[in-house]
């Protein structure tokens, strides 16, 4: 991957108890989890054969997705307009416990007035967890699962890219506990959203930054 933004910025997440709230020394709890996640909301022009591509929203649901107490994890893009084409960072408190996808919303634009949602559908990728991809928090962890966006190669697709190399790994982890200094001496684990459909595998051979 390019130039990193190492969380110089955070929108802020409040909710009820049990529910993701943003990273900070009043809400971090060690017996929790806390998600390390980027998302690229800009535009992207000339996004395969359509003038251009956004990327509105991603959803994770904590499995069992029928359970009376899962946790759902929402992320929207804050501008439809203004959102700059860079991966902005978050990290939130979560609840322990693997999650997967169950939604997404990319907009694509046929002309300039022409404009139509791709998004995924709760109900299908329940039926393949694996293939729409799914990412685990064990309690007291701190877990990156990746970077989100669109691939523009052929046509506007969702995809999880990553870092790649434990060197850039450790930068980027370096820039994470000067944001967040309360944190610096608990490992922080390289554990990507895996899936099927929306990314290649990846691993580091040293996962852990201690």
């Not at 509105?56 to 893009?77: C, I, K, R």
């Not at 949602?117 to 393949?128: I, N, P, Q, S, T």
């Not at 922080?188 to 051979?205: C, D, H, I, M």
Request: hydrophobic share 40%; aromatic share 12%.
């Amino acid at each position: 991957m390019g130039k990193l933004l190492l969380f110089l910025s955070l929108l802020p997440v409040s909710g009820l108890a049990g529910e993701p709230v943003a990273l900070s020394e009043k809400t971090y709890d060690p017996s929790l989890g806390v998600l390390i996640i980027q998302v690229n909301w800009g535009r992207t022009w000339k996004c395969g054969q359509f003038e251009h591509a956004q990327l509105q929203a991603l959803t994770f649901t904590q499995l069992p997705l029928e359970g009376a107490n899962s946790v759902v994890l929402e992320l929207q893009t804050h501008s439809q307009i203004a959102a700059e084409n860079t991966f902005l960072p978050y990290a939130y408190v979560v609840q322990p416990g693997e999650y997967q996808l169950t939604d997404f919303d990319v907009a694509v634009a046929k002309s300039k007035k022409e404009v139509i949602h791709l998004k995924g559908a709760k109900e299908d990728m329940a039926k393949a967890p694996q293939s729409a991809g799914t990412f685990t928090i064990q309690p007291g962890e701190i877990v990156y699962v990746g970077h989100f966006g669109l691939d523009c190669t052929e046509e506007p697709f969702l995809w999880r890219f990553y870092i790649e190399g434990r060197s850039e790994f450790e930068s980027y982890i370096a820039g994470f506990r000067q944001k967040f200094p309360f944190v610096k001496e608990v490992p922080v684990q390289f554990k990507l959203f895996s899936t099927q459909r929306f990314g290649n595998p990846y691993a580091l051979e040293n996962p852990t930054v201690h």
